[in-house]
């Protein structure tokens, strides 16, 4: 992917050395081409999400349990255990100590809440199998299409389920379905 953005930053310069024009003018326009690159090419997995995305509702997210994971720009890991059968969370502050608790369901039947999230109430959601840190407390309702959009940090999920069942006559399906 990195290539086309190369290609399509040299075609200006070609056509300025094509023209005649001095080489200063030439390398910095080069120079400019660079630092556009090097700045598309930034990895922002641990910034929000600012596309929203469908939220799922808790009673239809199944078993979400399971630890999710985000990574900041500074490198900075954090995690978070989840029990939805059980209601309950454990993720480590930004001291290193863990916390362990039970969260709270909203009334909209989209979110939930941690009351001492790194000392301040923090808002989720579910949201394409991910796990989103909500920046306010706002009621979630479905729009026009039924449906609920969501954006903010989001937690990978670190042990997705297996969502596939095999096909029949895969070496990994029940051969004798009877049983």
Same mark, same amino acid.
């Given at each position: 992917?990195?290539?086309?953005?190369?290609?399509?930053?040299?075609?200006?310069?070609?056509?300025?050395?094509?023209?005649?024009?001095?080489?200063?003018?030439?390398?910095?326009?080069?120079?400019?081409?660079?630092?556009?690159?090097?700045?598309?090419?930034?990895?922002?997995?641990?910034?929000?999400?600012?596309?929203?995305?469908?939220?799922?509702?808790?009673?239809?997210?199944? %078993?979400?349990?399971?630890?999710?994971?985000?990574?900041?720009? $500074?490198?900075?890991?954090?995690?978070?255990?989840?029990?939805?059968?059980?209601?309950?969370?454990?993720?480590?502050?930004?001291?290193?100590?863990?916390?362990?608790?039970?969260?709270?369901?909203?009334?909209?039947?989209?979110? !939930?809440?941690?009351?001492?999230?790194?000392?301040?109430?923090?808002?989720?959601? !579910?949201?394409?199998? %991910?796990?989103?840190?909500?920046?306010? $407390?706002?009621?979630?309702?479905? $729009?026009?299409?039924?449906?609920?959009?969501?954006?903010?940090?989001?937690?990978?999920?670190?042990?997705?389920?297996?969502?596939?069942?095999?096909?029949?006559?895969?070496?990994?399906?029940?051969?004798?379905?009877?049983?």
């Amino acid at each position: 992917m990195r290539l086309p953005k190369i290609l399509a930053a040299a075609a200006p310069l070609a056509l300025l050395a094509a023209c005649g024009d001095n080489v200063e003018d030439i390398e910095a326009a080069a120079a400019d081409t660079e630092n556009a690159i090097a700045t598309e090419d930034v990895d922002t997995s641990g910034d929000d999400d600012s596309e929203p995305a469908a939220a799922t509702k808790l009673d239809e997210a199944k %078993d979400a349990s399971g630890t999710y994971t985000v990574t900041d720009a $500074d490198g900075t890991t954090r995690r978070i255990t989840l029990d939805t059968s059980a209601g309950t969370y454990e993720y480590k502050n930004d001291k290193g100590e863990t916390k362990t608790g039970s969260y709270t369901r909203a009334d909209d039947g989209y979110r !939930f809440i941690i009351n001492d999230y790194n000392g301040r109430i923090g808002y989720f959601a !579910f949201s394409n199998g %991910d796990l989103v840190r909500l920046p306010v $407390d706002a009621t979630l309702s479905p $729009d026009d299409k039924g449906e609920v959009e969501v954006s903010g940090e989001r937690y990978r999920r670190d042990d997705k389920p297996f969502t596939r069942e095999p096909e029949l006559g895969s070496p990994v399906a029940p051969q004798d379905l009877n049983n």
